[in-house]
T-cell receptor, first 114, second 112 residues
Framework: NAGVTQTPKFRILKIGQSMTLQCTQDMNHNYMYWYRQDPGMGLKLIYYSVGAGITDKGEVPNGYNVSRSTTEDFPLRLELAAPSQTSVYFC?????????????FGAGSRLTVL | GQSLEQPSEVTAVEGAIVQINCTYQTSGFYGLSWYQQHDGGAPTFLSYNALDGLEETGRFSSFLSRSDSYGYLLLQELQMKDSASYFCAVRGAVGNFNKFYFGSGTKLNVKP
């Protein structure tokens, strides 16, 4: 049981480039989330999804896009990367049923924009 | 909106007890959670309080007072491996039901 898997673990981008951070979970969780964590700070919610085909904005959605075509996958797209998007990105999931208050996190993707 | 306040750093010695406080302001409230994060790692769930009172899980306990918008995490018999950052998080209620908001974290340093 892999839990929440994120790829890539590390990436360096140039300003203006685009990329997609991948997230997949094998726990059949309904809810999935993308957070970013700047050094020494807490987690800020970027986007979340309550099920396939349904997404909504969090606290800091500007510069990002998401899609949820399947229950398992929730990719995060960065368009026109900027230095302000240098951060560690965490994908998380939880179940609408049991454990609804427990977020399971992936290992994170460390992104640097130069 | 939501805001959570935690001390930025706490230091304690091995074997001691430490309390990490969290105060929150929220437009809706469904529960308070605590997460642990070691340097370079992912946050992992520790505990959750939906109702007032104390929840105990081994060496860790968590307390909530909804009337005071306040909670704390209590760590007993501190071990070196407890050195990590600890985050409180609130789950938004009603319109924000599925959103979890995090504090800035408290870095716990455990010394021998």
């Amino acid at each position: 049981n892999a839990g929440v898997t994120q790829t890539p673990k590390f990436r360096i981008l140039k300003i203006g480039q685009s990329m997609t951070l991948q997230c997949t979970q094998d726990m059949n969780h309904n809810y999935m989330y993308w957070y970013r964590q700047d050094p020494g700070m807490g987690l800020k919610l970027i986007y979340y999804s309550v099920g396939a085909g349904i997404t909504d904005k969090g606290e800091v959605p500007n510069g990002y896009n998401v899609s949820r075509s399947t229950t398992e996958d929730f990719p995060l797209r960065l368009e026109l990367a900027a230095p302000s998007q240098t951060s560690v990105y965490f994908c998380a999931s939880n179940s609408a049923a049991s454990g609804a208050n427990v977020l399971t996190f992936g290992a994170g993707s460390r992104l640097t924009v130069l | 909106g939501q805001s959570l306040e935690q001390p930025s750093e706490v230091t304690a010695v091995e074997g001691a007890i430490v309390q990490i406080n969290c105060t929150y302001q929220t437009s809706g409230f469904y529960g308070l959670s605590w997460y642990q994060q070691h340097d370079g790692g992912a946050p992992t769930f520790l505990s959750y309080n939906a109702l007032d009172g104390l929840e105990e899980t081994g060496r860790f306990s968590s307390f909530l007072s909804r009337s005071d918008s306040y909670g704390y995490l209590l760590l007993q018999e501190l071990q070196m491996k407890d050195s990590a950052s600890y985050f409180c998080a609130v789950r938004g209620a009603v319109g924000n039901f599925n959103k979890f908001y995090f504090g800035s974290g408290t870095k716990l340093n455990v010394k021998p």
